[in-house]
């Protein structure tokens, strides 16, 4: 994986001052469920959330809402360079700031630290240009002013001159020449600033089957996709919010990740015939490790990598 850790710094000097918008740049969708804590709270969906004391029940939440195998320096060293970051405070935390990731089930790790691990890698790869989705913020309603304030202070303190503020067309040369290389897109409204990005846009296909995940992202790439923005075209596989979600949660010998797997490299397949007449931007994916996602995307702007 480690070949591909400075993948954008290799790029040839034609594609240093196109816009980040027009690159394709591999993502990770939830980016944070490789940590999910089995001994946390269900946080969703809502009608499981009275199963939290089931250990069965929560066992079955990480099987099923582990998206990710590998923690986010090595997603990082495989050259993800867009990260899915969904937010939420735990109800009875007795620190008031503290913050954590989920899905389905809170993580382990709290938000500040593995924001300084980021921040950490960033200063390595210098060259490396992240852009981090802030989102969701679960659980922030009765002191959402304290808690945004308190994480987005936290975010510009630590990246600092690192972070790159909104622009219109964004490069790989004016983030070199100006020492930032990191990109932070915070999803609230009420929170925005020169800082921070607004919302990137995530379009995805809500389903399990991959000829409706094609159908819907071929439709936005040929009808609706901005020119002039980051978007994401999810390849990630959704399962179904309703009973017929027991189709897949009671095959015990099987798991979320092993879905994937057999549905990606078709996937893939798809990106790379529908890029001859679509440009793709940020492309994330479940389980980023596997089936060559990363060195496909990368692969998208013209520079061949191992992998």
Same mark, same amino acid.
Request: aromatic share 10%; hydrophobic share 35%.
């Given at each position: 994986?480690?070949?591909?850790?400075?993948?954008?710094?290799?790029?040839?000097?034609?594609?240093?001052?196109?816009?980040?918008?027009?690159? +394709?740049?591999?993502?990770?969708?939830?980016?944070?469920?490789?940590?999910?804590?089995?001994? %946390?709270?269900?946080?969703?969906?809502?009608?499981?959330?009275?199963?939290?004391?089931?250990?069965?029940?929560?066992?079955?939440?990480?099987?099923?809402?582990?998206?990710?195998?590998?923690?986010?320096?090595?997603?990082? !060293?495989?050259?993800?360079?867009?990260?899915?970051?969904?937010?939420?405070?735990?109800?009875?935390?007795?620190?008031?700031?503290?913050?954590?990731?989920?899905?389905?089930?809170?993580?382990? %790790?709290?938000?500040?630290?593995?924001?300084?691990?980021?921040?950490?890698?960033?200063?390595?790869?210098?060259?490396?240009?992240?852009?981090?989705?802030?989102?969701?913020?679960?659980?922030?309603?009765?002191? +959402?002013?304290?808690?945004?304030?308190?994480?987005?202070?936290?975010?510009?303190?630590?990246?600092?001159?690192?972070?790159?503020?909104?622009?219109?067309?964004?490069?790989?040369?004016?983030?070199?020449?100006?020492?930032?290389?990191?990109?932070?897109s915070y999803d609230h409204p009420a929170?925005?600033? %020169?800082?921070?990005?607004?919302?990137?846009?995530?379009?995805?296909?809500?389903?399990?089957?991959?000829?409706?995940?094609?159908? &819907?992202?071929?439709?936005?790439?040929?009808?609706?996709?901005?020119? !002039?923005?980051?978007?994401?075209?999810?390849?990630?596989? &959704?399962?179904?919010?309703?009973?017929?979600?027991?189709?897949?949660?009671?095959?015990?010998?099987?798991?979320?990740?092993?879905?994937?797997?057999?549905?990606?490299?078709?996937?893939?397949?798809?990106?790379?015939?529908?890029?001859?007449?679509?440009?793709?931007?940020?492309? +994330?994916?479940?389980?980023? &490790?596997?089936?060559?996602?990363?060195?496909?995307?990368?692969?998208?702007?013209?520079?061949?990598?191992?992998?």
């Amino acid at each position: 994986m480690m070949e591909n850790s400075d993948w954008m710094s290799r790029l040839p000097p034609h594609l240093h001052t196109v816009p980040l918008f027009n690159l +394709a740049i591999p993502g990770s969708h939830d980016s944070m469920s490789f940590d999910l804590d089995v001994n %946390s709270s269900i946080v969703e969906p809502d009608q499981l959330r009275r199963f939290s004391r089931f250990c069965c029940v929560r066992k079955l939440m990480c099987r099923w809402g582990s998206t990710q195998e590998v923690n986010i320096k090595e997603q990082l !060293d495989a050259g993800v360079r867009y990260l899915d970051l969904r937010i939420a405070r735990k109800p009875k935390d007795p620190d008031p700031n503290r913050l954590y990731f989920y899905h389905g089930l809170y993580t382990r %790790s709290d938000v500040e630290t593995v924001f300084r691990d980021i921040n950490e890698w960033a200063e390595l790869h210098r060259k490396e240009v992240l852009i981090l989705s802030v989102s969701h913020f679960k659980g922030f309603d009765k002191r +959402a002013a304290s808690l945004h304030n308190h994480l987005i202070h936290f975010i510009k303190t630590l990246f600092g001159a690192r972070l790159l503020p909104k622009t219109d067309k964004p490069t790989l040369k004016t983030c070199w020449d100006q020492g930032r290389n990191v990109i932070v897109s915070y999803d609230h409204p009420a929170y925005q600033q %020169s800082a921070l990005w607004n919302k990137i846009q995530y379009y995805y296909g809500d389903s399990m089957e991959r000829a409706v995940i094609v159908s &819907t992202l071929s439709q936005v790439l040929e009808k609706g996709k901005p020119s !002039d923005c980051f978007f994401v075209c999810g390849l990630n596989t &959704t399962l179904p919010s309703d009973r017929r979600i027991l189709r897949y949660i009671l095959r015990i010998w099987d798991s979320f990740p092993r879905v994937v797997r057999r549905s990606l490299p078709k996937l893939l397949q798809w990106v790379q015939q529908q890029a001859r007449n679509t440009p793709f931007n940020i492309v +994330a994916s479940d389980v980023v &490790t596997r089936c060559g996602f990363v060195p496909t995307v990368v692969q998208l702007n013209g520079k061949p990598l191992k992998g």
